[in-house]
């Protein structure tokens, strides 16, 4: 199970001034442009007001803005599960009723 971080917007919010503008720094708006302070606060106000109390750090498809990431399955483990075309039988051939 992998989960992916998130920050509370909240938190983010109660940054004081050096903090937000640290913190700026490593963020960028959705044309790839760094952000100002002010847009990263500006932008924290939005989530807050579309009702998110977390926003994730990078990519993740099942988030939930008011808990975080709700898990992703190990990819390798569903590969197991799936089988790749090869066909499962519950019992190999030629060993039912064999001894153990
Ligand atoms: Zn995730």
Redesign the pocket.
Known sequence: M???VCMSVRGALNWNKAELKRNARAMSDKDGNPMTPDAVRSALMDELAQGHEVI?L??????DFKT?????EDKDSNAVGEGRGTPRTSQPLGSAGGGK
């Open positions: 992998k989960v992916h994730p990078g990519e993740c498809d099942n988030f975080g990431c709700k898990g992703h």
